[in-house]
């Protein structure tokens, strides 16, 4: 049978246009910001650019959303989406933004600190794109990014990155991780840029107590940590205590002195505020997760973990319930008000005061869905 070479040609150049489009359409996808409803005591949205201008209206300028008391008191920072794969951070982000409120202080919410992370997944991974969960009145997409900038915003890595100002030496994949470029500088990496706005955004708006919230794989030491600076030990201790009363167990972590780049070393080295961070487990950010995909994200449950676990070979916390996403966003949420009621012991004269965050028990109980907009 002769082959008419014509036909097969047009059928395959159809075939390549419409893969061309699928593909089109979902990298543009990954651009469409996520939607966040604020609560009623949002006083304001301002945008990292305000402590940075060269960030003004390009892949760095995230929104920060301002929540203040009529009372007088602290100012607290809760930074999320510094890695945008790391699920739990962001969407405990979203919904402090959605349901605080403040009664005295003020409160800051970056929920996504790498906002050039959520445009991009990293394509090694495997990572699904994005991740639906329910809200009180239908579907709510979020995007499950990668866990450093956007190449197409800083490229290409160098062979070894060298952290500034400390010359420590790192993974050349690194130079494009913000928890390793702070402090930052201003004419440093595109990544540099935004850990140098946050510092701003910190020693301009007189941050009292910073919090910056990730996730981990089941088989790293420090998940469901509290890792605090040194001068911020007796707050977080004194938290880690408190929460042990209510049977949730957070291992204390000081941050290690040598280790350069991260939110609660260099925060705490350059500017006058109280700085921790908080990690849940996740077993999507680990190498025996098995299949990758949205489920994962939501349910926290990998057969190839459990099996792991049962080996006994591996020092792992894990059972065949998972660690859902709304008992890690739970974990977060607690481990926040905790600290900030612990801060309030130790500074009684300026205090931040909280309301409307479900604590842990209520969130497991009713879920995320109830929490959402």
Known sequence: MKIDHKIVASFLLFLMTVVCI????????????????????????????????????????????????????????????????????????????????????????????????????????????SYTLESKSGERKFRFGSRVSNPLDQWPDPLVYSHFPSGQKLSGFETRNLNRSYPGRPDGTFTEKVGYAIVQLIKKEKIDLAFDL????????????IIYHEKSEDIGLNAILNLEFRDLRYAPERSPENFHGLSHREWGDNTDVYPFLMETCNPIQGRLRGRTNSELILTGKSPQYLAAQETGKLRIEYDAEGVPLDKRV??????????????????????????????????????LSNYLK
């Open 22 to 129: 699928v593909s089109g359409v979902e990298f543009l996808d990954m651009r469409t910001p996520d939607v966040i409803y604020p609560s009623e005591d949002l006083t304001k949205i301002g945008k990292l650019s305000d402590y940075f201008e060269e960030l003004k209206d390009g892949s760095g300028d995230t929104d920060i959303y301002f929540f203040e008391g009529k009372e007088p008191g602290a100012t607290v920072l809760l930074l999320c989406g510094t890695h945008p794969n790391e699920a739990s951070g962001f969407i405990a982000g979203v919904l402090a933004t959605e349901n605080v409120k403040i009664k005295a202080g003020r409160l800051l919410i970056i929920p996504q600190a790498c906002l050039s992370g959520f445009s991009c997944t990293d394509p090694m991974e495997g990572y699904p794109q």
């Open 214 to 225: 990730h996730e981990a794989a089941p088989e790293i030491p420090i998940i469901n940590a």
């Open 330 to 367: 739970a974990r977060h949420l607690q481990g926040f008000l905790e600290i900030v009621n612990s801060y309030n012991e130790f500074f009684p004269e300026k205090t931040i005061l909280l309301e409307g965050l479900p604590e842990y028990e209520d969130l497991l109980e009713n879920g």
